[in-house]
């Protein structure tokens, strides 16, 4: 069965206290590895998408990498505006449905 | 660009009544839209997969009678709720997929409380 893990299901940090979320999958075909951002009672915001092991790409403090059972977002000196639900999704074939981790909630204190 | 608008952003109404939620691609055409429910704490659920001028597919466990899809046009999905019960309270978050690129975009999401 096609899965997508998250770990942890909460992380909380200092401000400038660097970490990194975890995605695993179990997805057969891979054809693209998404992260977004999503904040209380809005839709997901696309970060990155990721094709390939060994790709990585790279937004102001966020960082994606992919290898072919895992995918990590690296938040470097992260700061409070960085708190949030962070979705990792996989998706099996072009334009098909993603399928959803079930996020990492990201709580960054000053 | 590629923005995806949801209408209304939320609504509460009683048990037993319809609810209609739109779902528009404001400035891209997609041939294809995703409606996904979220519950609290947890992650986007795919209900549906509905393709422009044809019937939806449903996920499994998903009522294709409560819960009716149209996809009349380019830019425009809706989703009834029909007969709504309290269970179905939870957040409505569509997705639209550019027809050139295959990417797809998500609305803001509409919170449904049934009473």
């Known amino acids: 069965e096609d899965q997508v893990t998250q770990s942890p299901e909460a992380l909380r940090l200092q401000e400038g206290e660097s970490s990194s979320l975890n995605c695993s999958y179990t997805?057969?075909?891979?054809?693209?590895l998404f992260w977004y951002r999503q904040d209380p009672g809005k839709g997901p915001e696309f970060l990155f998408t990721?094709?390939?092991a060994g790709e990585e790409k790279e937004k102001e403090r966020l960082k994606a990498t992919l290898t072919k059972k895992e995918s990590f977002l690296h938040i470097t000196a992260p700061k409070p505006e960085d708190s949030a639900t962070y979705l990792c999704?996989?998706?099996?074939?072009?334009?098909?449905?993603?399928?959803f981790g079930k996020g990492t909630t990201l709580s960054v204190s000053s | 660009g590629a923005v995806v608008s949801q209408h209304p952003s939320w609504v509460i109404c009683k048990s037993g009544t319809s609810v209609k939620i739109e779902c528009r691609s404001l400035?891209?055409?997609?041939?294809?839209m995703f409606w996904y429910r979220q519950f609290p704490k947890q992650s986007l659920m795919l209900m549906a997969t509905?393709?422009?001028?044809?019937?939806?597919?449903?996920e499994q466990g998903v009522e294709k009678d409560k819960f009716l899809i149209n996809h009349a046009s380019l830019t425009l999905s809706t989703l009834t709720v029909t007969s709504a019960h309290p269970e179905d309270s939870s957040f409505y978050i569509c997705?639209?997929?550019?027809?050139?690129?295959?990417?797809?975009?998500f609305g803001p999401g509409t919170r449904l409380t049934v009473t």
């Open positions: 997705s639209a997929r550019e027809g050139k690129t295959y990417e797809q975009y």
């Open positions: 997805v057969s075909g891979l054809r693209g």
């Open positions: 990721l094709y390939s």
């Open positions: 999704a996989a998706r099996k074939q072009a334009g098909t449905a993603l399928i």
């Open positions: 400035d891209f055409q997609a041939t294809t």
């Open positions: 509905s393709n422009e001028g044809s019937k939806a597919t449903y």
